[in-house]
């Protein structure tokens, strides 16, 4: 059973910075595109960025240009580093595993991370 677990949410001010960690029980990410996904109250799930099994990354246009997604692949974790953050990106943040051609399918998912931004 693969298993994701998510770490490094918390509380940060609007302007600083969080780097969320998405870290897979076994070598997934070979055959997985990895996508970050967040959840505000009252509002639908969102997909952020993806990364491809080929290493290819892709961002939502609302974090376009502060949040960046990498992967470590002998640690079969990935990160998202979320920089210049806003209010508007507090949310729940939940990494998947899956396929990414035509839209992402999720196989796998982590619990989700707490991501709060205070103005």
């Known amino acids: 059973q693969v298993q994701l677990v998510e770490s490094g949410g918390g509380l940060v001010q609007a302007g600083g910075s969080l780097r969320l960690s998405c870290a897979a029980s076994g070598s997934i990410f070979r055959f997985n595109d990895m996508g970050w996904f967040r959840q505000a109250p009252g509002k639908q799930r969102e997909l952020v960025a993806v990364?491809?099994?080929?290493?290819?990354?892709r961002y939502a246009d609302s974090v376009k240009g502060r949040f960046t997604l990498s992967g470590d692949y002998a640690k079969n974790t990935v990160y998202l580093q979320m920089n210049s953050l806003k209010p508007e990106d507090t949310a729940v943040y939940s990494c998947a595993a899956g396929d990414n051609r035509g839209g992402f399918v999720a196989r796998y998912w982590g619990q989700g991370t707490q991501v709060t931004v205070s103005s």
């Open positions: 990364i491809t099994s080929g290493g290819r990354t």
